[in-house]
């Protein structure tokens, strides 16, 4: 129910953007977001947006990366500027219940609902 794309390679200073397309239940009622896995190592919430439209981000990627929501389309996207090489990552995205974006930033590497994933690879 969710599937991601977008993902691909970029050079260090460039720019990508992620889609997450999924069902309207999903969509509307749950809070959505991004967490990120680098090779050995662990999950990594980036960003969430509540179904009320808040959004919560990781430090490591607050005003570089932009999670949006086009409620047409019932698609989640996350705008990746300035990227890094310690970006790199398997980006999933992630849906569940919650109370607030800043709770789910928290819980998001346990949402129940889960994407295949879209490689991000920045040299």
């Known amino acids: 129910q969710l599937v991601e794309s977008g993902g691909g390679s970029v050079q260090a200073g460039g720019s990508l953007r992620l889609s997450c397309a999924s069902s309207?239940?999903?969509?509307?009622?749950?809070?959505m977001g991004w967490v990120r896995q680098a090779p050995g190592e662990d999950r990594e919430g980036v960003a969430v947006?509540?179904?009320?439209?808040?959004?919560s981000y990781a430090d490591s990627v607050k005003d570089r990366f932009t999670i949006s929501k086009d409620n047409a389309k019932n698609t989640l996207y996350l705008q990746m500027n300035s990227l890094e090489p310690e970006d790199t990552a398997m980006y999933f995205c992630?849906?569940?219940?919650?109370?607030?974006?800043?709770?789910?930033?928290?819980?998001?590497?346990?949402?129940?609902?889960w994407g295949q994933g879209t490689q991000v690879t920045v040299s």
């Open positions: 992630a849906a569940d219940v919650c109370n607030s974006a800043t709770e789910a930033l928290v819980s998001l590497r346990y949402f129940a609902y």
């Open positions: 947006v509540h179904s009320g439209g808040i959004a």
């Open positions: 309207g239940s999903i969509y509307d009622t749950m809070c």
